[in-house]
């Protein structure tokens, strides 16, 4: 199982570019990094997946280096409404289940005004 | 609409009881989960069910019974509830049940055991 590592909690400035990184030491090579949202009293929300070197949406872009052990999550421009648990998994697309998903404790992102 | 919704939001229960959660999910996924959160925000997966079928089950107590009677369904029953069950409870759902899907979660229910 690709276990993860991730910063147990985050402090940042409303404007602030973040990073947030994974580690995965163990990846295999099928598997997709995949990363969460949580808000409080909500459901954990998709982010962003990505493969291999970066990967960009409308929320977040994702850096991925060419040896896949780490994952960073770059939030641009934070707003006090990133205040949020963020989750990274790993897991196969193509084969498996999801009995190899570990979500964690996740990294808590703090923003302050 | 709602895509993955869970009833009711909240449940406080005396230990003992038998309690129900009821997820329905209407994006046409082929799969369904259920999750446990505690305290500490670690989110483990409980069960999941692909066309209705058991898939996993993770060393859950058999006190907890999931049953879907269809795939847009996926209830949790559990029995003779105990102070360490009180938790938030997930419900998800995923087009094909791969550890890569992406998973869509309902807005969870809180349970308190007293």
């Known amino acids: 199982l690709a276990k993860t590592t991730q910063p147990i909690s985050m402090d940042s400035y409303e404007g602030q570019e973040v990073n947030i990184t994974c580690s995965h030491n163990n990846i295999a090579t099928n598997d997709y990094i995949t990363w969460y949202q949580q808000f409080p009293s909500q459901g954990p929300r998709f982010i962003i997946q990505g493969y291999k070197t970066k990967v960009t949406n409308e929320v977040a872009s994702l850096f991925i280096p060419a040896d896949r052990k780490s994952s960073t999550l770059s939030l641009p421009r934070v707003s006090l409404s990133d205040t949020a648990v963020y989750y990274c998994l790993v897991g196969d697309r193509y084969s498996g289940s999801a009995r190899q998903l570990t979500f964690g404790s996740g990294t808590q992102l703090t923003v302050l005004p | 609409d709602t895509a993955v919704s869970q009833t009711p939001k909240y449940l406080v229960t005396q230990m003992g009881n038998d309690k129900s959660i009821k997820c329905e999910q209407n994006?046409?996924?082929?799969?369904m989960y259920w999750y446990k959160q505690d305290s500490k925000k670690f989110l483990k997966i409980m069960f999941s069910?692909?066309?209705?079928?058991?898939?996993i089950n993770e060393t859950v107590p058999n006190r907890f019974s999931p049953k879907s009677p269809d795939k847009a369904h996926l209830n949790l029953h559990i029995n003779s509830l105990e102070l360490g069950d009180s938790a938030v409870y997930f419900c998800a759902s995923s087009q094909d049940g791969l550890a890569g899907d992406t998973q869509y979660f309902g807005p969870g229910t809180r349970l308190t055991v007293l």
């Open positions: 069910y692909n066309n209705k079928e058991l898939i």
């Open positions: 994006l046409g996924h082929d799969t």
